[in-house]
Every structure is written in structure tokens, then in C-alpha cells.
């Protein structure tokens, strides 16, 4: 059974840096693109970051190229985000995310993905 479990999130100031983590089991970690997406109250989730099975390749939503850097670590079956300059409009629920297939993209149209159960993020000004 695959399982994707966050934490790291919490209440912060306009400004400040948090780190996210995410840990899978269930899974051969290194075969599978991982991704990190938010959804702010009365919003739709969004895409915030990916990265490669590797690590060798990282995409960003504009709202966060920048300040917000993802990374993994093979290892630990682990991956991160790093959130730097937190702005107000940070606010949400970040949730980690993999496709349920390996060496596919995240974002890929028509792929199924797992997720995890989030952890909020709330920055205030």
C-alpha cells in the first residue's frame, strides 16, 4: 500500500522560510516523479513543484519560481520543498503528490495520482 504522509507545515510571518517533507512507503521511491500541490480555502488545488525521479529536473508554478525550491533524497524516500519569502497568499493546504505509474511525468494528462493528506501552511502579514 502506497502512502504519502507530509509535515512541516504551521503559522508563520510574511517573510519567513519553511520546509516541507514528505515521506513514502510502499514503493520503489526513486522510480517516480514527486510533486508538491496547495489548495487555499475556496480555492482549487494547484501545482507548486515537481521534480524528476533523479532529481536532475525541477518545474515551478510562477507564483513561487523563486523562493520556493523542491528537492529529494532517494535514500531517506523523502522529497522536500523548501519555502522561502512567505507571502500571505502562501496560504494552504500543501499536498504531496506522485503518479501512480513510474517514470512518468507529474501533470502528465490522463495519469492517475496518489496523494498525501496534507499539511497547512498559514502565513500571516
Known amino acids: 500500500q502506497v502512502q504519502l504522509v507530509e509535515s512541516g507545515g504551521g503559522l508563520v510571518q510574511a517573510g519567513d522560510s519553511l520546509r516541507l517533507s514528505c515521506v513514502v512507503s510502499?514503493?520503489?521511491?526513486?522510480?517516480?516523479?514527486m510533486g508538491w500541490y496547495r489548495q487555499a480555502p475556496g480555492k482549487e488545488r494547484e501545482f507548486v513543484a515537481r521534480?524528476?525521479?533523479?532529481?536532475?529536473?525541477?518545474y515551478y508554478a510562477d507564483s513561487v519560481k523563486g523562493r520556493f525550491t523542491i528537492s529529494r533524497d532517494n535514500a531517506e524516500n523523502t522529497v522536500y520543498l523548501q519555502m522561502n519569502s512567505l507571502k500571505p497568499e502562501d496560504t494552504a493546504v500543501y499536498y504531496c503528490?506522485?503518479?501512480?505509474?513510474?517514470?512518468?511525468?507529474?501533470?502528465?494528462?490522463?495519469?492517475?495520482?496518489?496523494w498525501g493528506q496534507g499539511t497547512q501552511v498559514t502565513v500571516t502579514s
Open positions: 510502499g514503493r520503489t521511491f526513486s522510480n517516480y516523479y
Open positions: 521534480i524528476s525521479w533523479r532529481g536532475d529536473s525541477t
Open positions: 503528490a506522485s503518479p501512480q505509474r513510474p517514470f512518468i511525468i507529474l501533470q502528465t494528462k490522463g495519469v492517475a495520482i496518489y
